[in-house]
């Protein structure tokens, strides 16, 4: 079970599971596959891309150059091989987080805290409570058993960028106002996720997966099982069009591929998440508060369906009537005089994603 606490007087406890994914395993499996599968590696840094017109190449910074009818770039956020037609806007997600060894914690071992929003243990730190108020952070916890709990300060959503300063000292004041003594720190973590933002253009020669290729859903930062989950699709659309039968080439290849990773009604449907970004990023603690409160009361398909991407455009619109109809008066309020602009800019570009 999944515990939220909306403020110091309520809390919800919700029938979701998470876990927590070991990443060593994790990328030994990935690359276990590649190799029973024949993968070829290379291990050099990229340095640049260079496009015919049926063909592309990469060269490496050891000199080494590779052809290949396809370049799948996969190498993060801050790529430069892969373009954009418009400016980057992100939103930022940026987190403190630690596995510590603790003397002991409050969590129930058999729930996932997914956010606590309480603002108690800044009672005595008036620049922290007021810097909280208008940016908020919550508390994440994932406990493993009475000693060992895996922690995080997290910002969902800024822009500019909270400070990461400011995120570890929440965090300190949270866990010492909770008892929580850390005796080592087994694995720490600095987060930073951009999220939202335009799509790359599409379709352009290099293909992209990824954090560069926008799947990063924009109102929550995950992307590791979306990815997962359309690898395969991708992966399906390349072996189409590269397959002896097909010999798919230069740019009906590249339409192709991108279409198949961003297939117009999702590209519609990121737009909705985008929206839902922007109204994240106008709202105080308060405003926070009430959203969350709202949204954990919709029907568990809607917010299921909207934290792992599943939902469609038309389901999208129903958990956006159906929060509306949820929220507090204050809530309601909120949306409608923080929201028209980013909700003019996102029915602006679906209009454009229609023509
Ligand atoms: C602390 C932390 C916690 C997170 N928690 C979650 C979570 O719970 N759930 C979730 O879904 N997401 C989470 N994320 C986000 C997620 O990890 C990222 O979205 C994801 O790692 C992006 O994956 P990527 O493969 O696109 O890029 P990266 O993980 O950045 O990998 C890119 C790789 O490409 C290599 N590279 C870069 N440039 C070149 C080049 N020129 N030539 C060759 N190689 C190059 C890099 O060295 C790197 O190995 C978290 C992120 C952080 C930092």
Not at 109 to 115: A, C, I, N, P, Y
């Amino acid at each position: 079970m999944t515990t939220v606490h909306v403020n110091d007087h309520k809390t919800r406890y919700l029938d979701r599971p998470y876990g927590r994914v070991n990443r060593n395993k994790l990328k030994t499996k990935l690359m276990e596959s590649c190799v029973s599968n024949g993968v070829k590696f290379h291990k050099a840094r990229v340095w640049k891309v260079n496009h015919e017109e049926f063909d592309s190449s990469i060269v490496c910074d050891d000199g080494y150059e590779i052809k290949a009818s396809l370049i799948v770039d996969a190498s993060g956020f801050g790529s430069t091989f892969v373009e954009y037609d418009k400016s980057r806007n992100h939103g930022y997600q940026i987190a403190h987080g630690i596995l510590a060894e603790v003397e002991s914690h409050p969590f129930d071992l058999d729930k996932m805290l997914l956010m606590d929003w309480r603002d108690s243990h800044l009672g005595n730190e008036p620049e922290l409570r007021f810097g909280n108020s208008k940016t908020p952070t919550f508390l994440y916890a994932m406990p493993f058993d009475s000693n060992l709990v895996f922690l995080e300060e997290t910002s969902l959503v800024s822009r500019p960028v909270l400070s990461y300063m400011e995120v570890k000292k929440r965090m300190v004041a949270r866990l010492r106002h909770m008892g929580i003594r850390v005796k080592r720190v087994l694995e720490d973590e600095k987060c930073l996720i951009p999220m939202g933002g335009p799509l790359p253009r599409i379709p352009q020669s290099v293909m992209a997966v990824g954090g560069t290729s926008g799947i990063v859903h924009p109102s929550t930062g995950y992307m590791v099982a979306r990815t997962m989950a359309l690898a395969p699709v991708l992966a399906g659309a390349i072996v189409d069009c590269l397959g002896s039968t097909r010999m798919v080439r230069g740019r009906p290849l590249h339409r192709r591929v991108w279409n198949e990773l961003w297939p117009l009604e999702r590209r519609r449907v990121r737009e909705f998440y985008s929206f839902g970004m922007e109204t994240l990023l106008k709202l105080d603690l308060n405003g926070t508060r009430s959203f969350f409160d709202a949204f954990f009361d919709l029907n568990p398909y809607y917010w299921h369906g909207f934290l792992s991407s599943r939902l469609s455009l038309g389901e999208l619109a129903m958990l956006s009537l159906s929060l509306f109809g949820h929220a507090s008066n204050s809530s309601k309020l909120d949306l409608v005089t923080k929201c028209p602009v980013p909700l003019v800019k996102m029915m602006g570009h679906l209009a454009l994603e229609t023509i």
